[in-house]
């Protein structure tokens, strides 16, 4: 992807600098192709915070801001190359190639497909600079790719996931290639197949419409879910594991499970607010681990539809947040204004309340932020209560 000297000494020198203002100067660089260099400028400093490693690398060439949002992270990358198995690789759905980039380091031979020319032109020049040579680029259509491509140890699918107005969509129906399309052609071409979804899937619809599959992972980075891999492989399993992960910490949280120790899980309710709450983190709140975590745990659950739970003794293992509790007090306003006191601000969450956030904060003017965090939520007896505390984390 070649560039004038001046477009690139244009980039170098601004590569900080506010691309709306560098817009309105256009005039003063004719020489310069303005639109690429925007382009790669502002691709940059999203890749300062997305793509860390990838953002030192001067020569790396970025597409538009779409392709941009629609790729993986590098953390969420590094975590697919731990589901990586065998020799040869086919990525069906290219893109920018980060995911492919990342995936290849574990393969001896990759094939990168992608329909869109600007992105094959884009990823052949970037796995050049990395030295991705075992890398091979394919501007072809993914399904026509798929039905006569020769088979490999792993094929690795991230369909696209908006409409023909560029609207979001979630459906498996809606993406592009059509997994309940192709699904039944993808054990005959590969052994083992990850598939990257939005995160905003139902889970168990999507079991039910990809079959074959053997594991899920719900990968979550710093609390915020992020995706969802779907791992179809050629052995036969009749429950899959769901893997809840959270990655970007100083650690790492896992938490492994069928809906079948789901289902059978007992679980005891704490007749009140103990001296700890622990808040599951958002993987296991998308993978429906909900009485699980406390039988594992040893802790009590405040509500069957609450999702928090409380203990005596503290559980620094627990996959989510921990909370050393300072009061607790109903919602009515003496007891509430009582158990805030000169508190200015909070960060406040609601499960199973019937007021919303913005409510609260309306009545008790509290603002966000602060060490000081705050539970609107429903005990086991139906009684509705604030829970004020702070992170034992």
């Known amino acids: 992807m070649e560039l004038s000297a001046a477009t690139l000494g244009f980039i170098h020198n601004h590569w900080d600098d506010n691309t709306k203002t560098l817009a309105l100067q256009g005039k003063k660089y004719p020489e310069v192709d303005m639109p690429l260099a925007l382009r790669q400028i502002q691709g940059r400093q999203i890749a300062k915070h997305k793509l860390p490693s990838w953002y030192t690398r001067e020569e790396i060439r970025y597409p538009s801001h779409l392709s941009l949002e629609q790729c993986s992270s590098e953390t969420t990358a590094r975590y697919k190359t731990s589901l990586c198995q065998g020799n040869t690789l086919t990525d069906l759905t290219g893109g920018f190639g980060i995911d492919c980039a990342f995936l290849a380091a574990h393969f001896r031979e990759v094939h990168y ?6 992105l094959c032109r884009i990823a052949t020049h970037n796995f050049s600079v990395l030295g991705l040579t075992q890398i091979a680029v394919h501007e072809s259509d993914s399904t026509l790719y798929l039905k006569h491509m020769q088979p490999v140890d792993m094929i690795y699918l991230d369909p696209a996931r908006r409409n023909d107005t560029g609207g979001k969509t979630v459906l498996l129906s809606d993406c592009t290639p059509d997994l309940t399309q192709i699904g039944a052609l993808l054990p005959e071409k590969a052994r ?9 899937l139902d889970i168990t619809q999507a079991l039910k419409e990809i079959a074959g599959v053997s594991e899920v992972h719900i990968v979550s980075v710093r609390n915020e879910c992020k995706e969802l891999l779907f791992i179809l492989s050629s052995d036969p399993v009749t429950t899959p594991l769901l893997r809840c992960v959270d990655l970007g910490n100083t650690r790492t949280h896992l938490f492994s499970f069928t809906r079948e120790e789901e289902r059978k899980a007992v679980c005891e309710y704490a007749p009140e607010v103990l001296r700890y709450v622990y808040e599951p983190n958002s993987s296991l709140r998308k993978a429906g681990a909900f009485s699980l975590p406390a039988q594992r745990y040893g802790l009590k659950k405040l509500h069957p539809h609450s999702h928090l739970y409380t203990s005596e003794q503290l559980h620094s293992d627990f996959p989510g947040r921990t909370f050393e509790v300072e009061a607790t007090g109903s919602f009515h306003r003496k007891e509430w204004k009582s158990l805030l006191g000169d508190l ?50």
């Open 192 to 200: 083992r197949v990850l598939i990257k979804l939005s995160p905003m």
């Open 113 to 118: 497909v992608e329909q869109q020319p600007e």
């Open 344 to 393: 200015t601000q909070a960060n406040l969450t609601v499960r199973n309340f019937p007021v919303p956030v913005a409510e609260i904060r309306k009545r008790t003017k509290l603002r966000e932020g602060g060490d000081t965090y705050l539970f609107a939520t429903t005990l086991y007896n139906e009684q509705k209560v604030l829970i004020r505390c702070r992170k034992s984390d």
